[in-house]
């Protein structure tokens, strides 16, 4: 079974709108935490936001927030205020707390339009 | 800052050809990881090393071999190249848990 899922291979969104993009994950530990990367077309790897498992809140870091929802284990990203530098993909991973490994879900090509 | 440096960028090879990807980390970090990433895949982990002497295997570990040089440097290495092995290989690194990987550029791979 695939560790991170992430069903949206490609989303659109008006420039200024919010947008969600979607995680679902996969694990019988009790203490992981859940990442989201943004990959823009330049290719580098840039880390957005961090929710550990035993987080009573759902993190927020400027535009981006995560809205987890353990009980249905997703942790779906939310970007306010679209921007075009937004476009790009982005990934969902997991790292479990007995193992030292990231589990990468396949990623969903965000596209904003102006 | 250098961060996380991977060598060479960009590296075509032959069939059968040998290889090694280079990493080195300037941040102390203690684990570090190799990935392949392929259009729809994701990234995938080739191998990973938890601590300064120590390697395992990820998913996708045939056809590669690594070395946790010392707690700076993890090489990846292709003994004989194979055109299933054309991918962008990215190196990362983390302190410790629950921290988010730091990643290097990547290296675009093409064998021929």
């Known amino acids: 079974a695939q560790k991170i899922t992430q069903t949206q291979p490609g989303m659109f969104v008006q420039e200024k709108e919010a947008v969600t993009l979607d995680c679902t994950y996969d694990?019988?530990?009790?203490?992981?935490?859940l990442f989201w990367y943004k990959q823009p077309s330049s290719g580098e790897m840039i880390f957005l936001i961090y929710?550990?498992?035993?987080?009573?809140q759902n993190a927020t870091e400027g535009r981006y927030s995560l809205n987890f929802q353990k009980a249905r284990k997703s942790a779906n990203l939310v970007i306010s205020a679209s921007q075009l530098g937004d476009s790009a993909m982005y990934f969902c991973?997991?790292?479990?707390?007995?193992?030292?490994?990231?589990?990468f879900g396949t990623g969903t090509s965000l596209t904003v339009i102006p | 800052n250098a961060g996380v440096t991977q060598t060479p960028k960009f590296q075509v090879l032959k069939t059968g050809q040998s290889m090694t990807l280079q990493c080195a980390q300037d941040m102390n970090h203690n684990s570090m990881y190799w990935y392949r990433q392929d259009p729809g895949m994701g990234l995938r982990l080739i191998y990973y090393?938890?601590?300064?002497?120590?390697?395992d295997k990820g998913e996708v570990p045939n056809g590669y071999n690594v070395s946790r040089l010392n707690k700076r440097e993890f090489s990846l290495r292709l003994e004989s190249a194979a055109p299933s092995q054309t991918s962008v290989y990215f190196c990362a690194s983390i302190r410790r848990a629950n921290q988010p990987q730091h990643f290097g550029d990547g290296t675009r791979l093409s064998i021929l």
């Open positions: 694990t019988s530990d009790q203490s992981y935490g």
């Open positions: 090393s938890a601590s300064e002497g120590t390697t």
């Open positions: 929710q550990g498992s035993y987080d009573e």
């Open positions: 991973a997991m790292r479990e707390r007995t193992g030292n490994q990231f589990y």
